[in-house]
Structure formats: C-alpha cells, structure tokens
C-alpha cells in the first residue's frame, strides 16, 4: 500500500476516533499536559504524517528537541499490539515490559501544549480521563474507551504492516532520516533502528465478551474503509 493511500486511511480512523470520543465524558482540557510523557509509543504512519507536518509548518527544529531525548531512559516496547493480541489468542505468554520508565516530559511538549496537536499520534488522542489526573494523580479510563483504543491500535498497526512500531522519539528520528524514509516510501525497508519493532496484520482482535455488541459500529465503520479500490 503506498504512503499516500496509508495516510488517507489513517485520517479516516482518527476521524471515527474523533466522533466517537465527541461523546465521552472526560476532563481532559486545554493545557493539561501531564500525560504527555516520554513514554508515547506510534507507528512508522503516524510518524511520517507528523514529520510532512512540521516540514509544511516550519516547525523542523523541533527534531533538535527529540534528539536531545535519546539520552533519557524512555519505554521502547518489545511487542505490537497486533502481536499482543495474537499471543493473547494463543494463550501464550506475554514478554514483560520494562516498568521502570521515565515519566518526564514528552520533547515536543513546549509551554504546556503540543505543537503538533492536529496531527498528534492515536497514542495521544487516545489517552483520556474521567478525572483530572492532576489532581488526582492517576487516570480513570472507562474500559469501554480501552477496548476501542486496542481496536483502533490494531487497525492503525495493521495499515502500516510493513512500517514499525516504537516509541514517538525513535520513530520520529527514524522518518527524519532521508535514507530510511526513502526505503520506507519505497516498501523495501528490510530493517529499522532495533529499538523499534515490526508491526504485523491483524491475526486476532482483542475483544472482550462484554463490549463485542457495543463495539460493532466502529468496527463497521473501520471495516468500512475505503481509499479508491484498497480497503482496509
Ligand atoms: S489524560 Fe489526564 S493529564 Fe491527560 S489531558 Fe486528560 S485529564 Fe489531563
Ligand atoms: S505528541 Fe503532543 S500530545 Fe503527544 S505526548 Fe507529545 S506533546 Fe503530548
């Protein structure tokens, strides 16, 4: 699938996200920022439609910004999501991530806001509370919203099967590189970064019993998908 056609696609998902969190009742506001860590994760997509995004705007220095990140200690996942689901499936064991993470500041976060928020990653749209966390400290996700998060994390890997998944300051370093971008454009990237991971298709969905009748239109709608002849 070519890059445009993935980014036509990936705009469609985030816009059935967008209908769909319209309803929710969240506290998130302008401003609050303290979920916007060093521990985003995004696929190859995502990063892409980010870097067009701060070459149009003028906004390149902020690669300045991420590089200085790689010094800080940051999640870099081991497995994707689709991957998860799978080994979910098959009842196999999960590998265990690193729980010793940084929670400092994502490096794009400048004066509270993001810079890039029209294209922020599914990570960061999709991460929203019932509480203020501030206050609070933690975040309260009602486990309907996690169950549409994994859906679309799933559908947003599986579009980018041939790109790679990891964490947003190894995979927006990646798509600044000229040279891995133009293998990536080209599909003959064989090999990214070993801190990122290969995404794969969707072999198995994670849904849990109690949300398979309440999940059904947005998996219709994601179903539904079409960019000129692909779907999805
Ligand atoms: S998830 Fe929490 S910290 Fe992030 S915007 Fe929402 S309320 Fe604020
Ligand atoms: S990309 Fe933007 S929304 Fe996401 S963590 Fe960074 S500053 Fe926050």
């Known amino acids: 699938m070519d890059l445009n056609t993935k980014l036509a696609i990936l705009d469609r998902i985030y816009k059935i996200y967008n209908d769909f969190a319209k309803g929710l009742d969240i506290a998130c506001k302008r401003y609050c920022a303290h979920c916007c860590t060093y521990n985003v994760t995004m696929t190859t997509i995502e990063g892409y439609k980010i870097a067009l995004y701060l070459e149009s705007n003028g906004q390149s220095d902020l690669y300045a910004k991420v590089r200085k990140a790689t010094s800080q200690k940051r999640f870099q996942p081991k497995v994707s999501t689709n991957r998860l689901a799978e080994l979910c499936e098959q009842g196999k064991d999960v590998p265990d991530e690193d729980s010793g993470i940084n929670r400092g500041a994502c490096p794009l976060l400048t004066d509270n806001e993001c810079p890039i928020y029209p294209v922020r ?43 790679y998944f990891g964490n947003l300051t190894d995979v927006l370093l990646f798509v600044q590189s000229q040279v891995k971008i133009k293998s990536y454009r080209k599909e ?45």
Not at 127 to 136: A, K, L, P, Q
């Open 188 to 232: 003959t990237l064989k090999t990214a970064d070993t801190v990122m991971i290969k995404n794969q298709p969707i072999k198995a969905i994670l849904l849990p019993p109690e949300h398979k009748v309440k999940v059904k239109p947005i998996l219709h709608a994601l179903q539904s998908i079409k960019i000129s002849k692909t779907h999805i």
């Open 121 to 163: 990653p599914f990570g960061c749209r999709c991460f929203v509370s019932r509480i203020g966390c501030m206050e609070r400290g933690y975040a309260e996700i009602d486990p309907f919203v996690l169950t549409v998060n994994d859906l679309l994390l799933q559908y947003i890997e599986h579009v980018d099967k041939d790109g």
